[in-house]
């Protein structure tokens, strides 16, 4: 038997079929996520991108309330909205901001150009001071998808 799927984008009948058939095989309660990713979106979707953004920075640390409300209204719809962030993207933007403006605040300034001189000095001298600090985590436009090296220069162990 042959058959397609709808390929447009946007919520399908095929994925609510699949769905709805996975919740018939489990009387257990079942969690869906729905993940957004940039991507074009069509005329008459509503985005609001600076919103989220928002949320993302206020997340991150940039004045944040104590109780961070984690949903908003649909801006087209009436129901509300849940955000989750991608904590492995989170991180690699986190690493890459912190490579482009050349400095982080963790109550004090950190300078990027301290660990580019602390890799250096390793390296010239062979002496590694109890980190596993290298050249591929801060040559970073090589390797910008790796999560493992992202994680690595923000802990303490790098």
Known sequence: MVSSTDGTPGLTEDAFKILKAKRAQSDK?????????????????????????????????????????????????????????DICHMVKLIRNHWESKESLYDDQKIYWSYVKKLELLQEQTGIHLANRLSKKHLEIRNSIMNVKLATQLLSSSV
Do not use: W
């Open 29 to 85: 309660n079942m969690i869906c996520a729905l993940i957004a990713d940039e991507m074009a979106i069509r005329q008459q979707k509503c985005f609001i991108k600076k919103t989220l953004q928002d949320v993302a920075m206020q997340i991150l640390g940039c004045k944040y309330p104590r109780e961070i409300k984690s949903t908003f209204k649909h801006p087209c719809a009436d129901y509300e909205v849940a955000v989750f962030l």
